[in-house]
């Protein structure tokens, strides 16, 4: 939605109707929304593990990145916003008739997921941020990165946006990979290196409204710190009275964690 010329994330309900017994009874529906530069395919060691725990388990790609970074031969980058993104999961949550959802968030997907629980609070049952950022009304992905890569990284998006292609470039290297995102085994190196994709800069830029008070209301966890950077808002979830659980890893918990990271989030979704 664009507001005074500046792009935010609408917060306008969306009603979703289910089918009859759609996701059984008792089981219990993960939706994992990956960060920036990445796919759904990031998952792809946690997907397995939790299904294996009898749940159901959904790993979408956004708008633009992943096996869909085909859509940027044919959509405007300035278009590919956070809402759209939101829209991507509210679409998810919609078509396969989602309830009670435990909606997982890594890195930029904190955004994502807030937007999501802003829109359709009465189908989620937790929100759970993977060394993601914790959103504050108003402010935008490249704001709140400030805190920890610096004011040079919200100039960097928006330079791209003006005077660039409107994309972020992806690490180019296996080194760049494990310097950014804490990785260090070969195998899990050559396969982000190979799988990630420019982030589209919109998104990073684009501010989030919270006005829902209903998603105030959702429960909500972080799981990270270590070496993530991400110290900080482990910190002020905690303040919040958040279940936290720190993890001793890098920033990308779910590719050299994952059977940790599994735990939690099946105890989280018994709670």
């Not at 010329?5 to 109707?17: A, Q, R, V």
């Not at 679409?91 to 989602?98: A, F, K, M, R």
């Not at 807030?114 to 937790?126: D, F, K, L, Y």
Request: hydrophobic fraction near 40%.
């Amino acid at each position: 939605m664009r507001s005074n010329g500046k792009w935010t994330s609408s917060t306008k309900t969306t009603k979703i109707y289910l089918p009859p017994g759609a996701g059984g009874p008792n089981m219990t529906t993960y939706v994992l929304v990956h960060g920036a530069w990445h796919g759904g395919w990031c998952w792809n060691k946690t997907v397995p593990l939790l299904r294996a725990a009898g749940t159901e388990v959904f790993a979408p790609t956004l708008t633009g990145l992943g096996e869909r970074a085909h859509l940027n031969d044919c959509l405007n980058p300035a278009d590919i916003t956070l809402d759209v993104h939101v829209q991507d999961v509210v679409q998810l949550i919609q078509y396969e008739g989602l309830r009670d959802v435990v909606l997982v968030g890594h890195a930029y997907a904190g955004m994502v997921i807030t937007g999501v629980a802003e829109m359709c609070p009465e189908h989620i049952s937790n929100l759970v941020y993977v060394n993601g950022v914790v959103p504050v009304d108003g402010e935008s992905m490249a704001d709140q990165l400030i805190a920890v890569r610096g004011q040079e990284f919200a100039d960097w998006v928006r330079d791209q946006i003006e005077n660039g292609n409107g994309f972020l470039p992806a690490p180019s290297s296996e080194e760049e990979v494990g310097r950014r995102w804490g990785i260090s085994d070969p195998d899990d190196l050559a396969w982000v290196c190979a799988n990630v994709t420019p982030q589209p800069a919109a998104a990073m830029a684009s501010p989030i409204r919270m006005e829902n008070s209903a998603a105030a209301k959702i429960p909500g966890h972080f799981i990270g710190g270590g070496e993530s950077g991400f110290d900080s808002v482990l910190e002020r979830a905690r303040k919040a009275g958040w279940g936290v659980y720190p993890v001793a890893s890098g920033h990308d918990t779910m590719v050299t964690h994952a059977e940790e990271l599994t735990r939690i989030l099946l105890k989280i979704g018994n709670s």
